[in-house]
């Protein structure tokens, strides 16, 4: 069965440093990777995603995310955060279904705090 | 592009009465939508998954006749939680995806702000 595993619950940063956010995921089929914010009391905002090519993936707003298939991860980056990041990240990997659509299964979340 | 709107935001209801939520794809048809629910602190659970025009489909442990879902046109879905009680106060969000040519639209899901129910 397919899975996504986000290790880190929890990632204290302070403003201005580097972070990376992991995502492994379990996958014996083409994987569709997708990297999800959400801001308290909010839905969620796409970041990016992985369909297919290049394996370097980017935000508008700094997040870079890279598709690598030997270790099945899909870790997110930014080279400087800043206060307004601070949020929960969620991952998630698109699967098909038998009824030809896709259903999403997450991770349990990271929750970035970003400190001044 | 690719908006999804909810309605309500929030709602306030009284044990065993009945509430509505609304869920809109703003610019675009909508195939495909899903009704999430999440918990504080936690990730989300889909409920179920719903394609214009057919019977929504729903996952195991999701109880269909308390959790009623139409999907009556391709921009809209409702998501009713009949007889609601204080432990389906919870967080609903609903998402949706479209089938242009190619997949990479039924891939991608657009979500919604979101619901806040609290049953009293």
């Known amino acids: 069965a397919q899975s996504v595993t986000q290790l880190d619950s929890q990632v204290p940063v302070f403003e201005e440093a580097p972070v990376e956010l992991r995502c492994n995921y379990s996958s014996s089929v083409s994987v569709y990777l997708f990297w999800y914010v959400q801001y308290p009391n909010q839905g969620l905002q796409l970041l990016l995603k992985y369909l297919s090519g290049s394996t370097l993936v980017k935000s508008i707003n700094g997040f870079e995310a890279e598709f690598n298939k030997s270790q099945t991860s899909f870790h997110l980056r930014k080279p400087s955060v800043h206060i307004s990041d601070t949020a929960e990240y969620f991952c998630a990997v698109s699967v098909y279904r038998a009824s030809g659509t896709y259903k999403y299964i997450f991770g349990t979340g990271t929750r970035l705090k970003v400190l001044a | 592009g690719a908006v999804v709107s909810q309605h309500p935001s929030w709602v306030i209801c009284k044990s065993g009465t009945s509430v509505k939520i609304e869920c809109r794809s703003l610019?675009?048809?909508?195939?495909?939508m899903f009704w999430y629910r999440q918990f504080p602190k936690q990730s989300l659970m889909l409920m179920a998954t719903s394609n214009e025009g057919s019977k929504a489909t729903y996952e195991q442990g999701v109880e269909k006749d308390k959790f009623l879902i139409n999907h009556a046109s391709l921009t809209l879905s409702t998501l009713t939680v009949t007889s609601a009680h204080p432990e389906d106060s919870s967080f609903y969000i609903c998402?949706?995806?479209?089938?242009?040519?190619?997949?990479?639209?039924?891939?991608?899901?657009?979500f919604g702000p979101g619901t806040r129910l609290t049953v009293l």
């Open positions: 610019d675009f048809q909508a195939t495909t």
């Open positions: 998402s949706a995806s479209f089938n242009p040519s190619g997949t990479s639209g039924r891939i991608t899901q657009y």
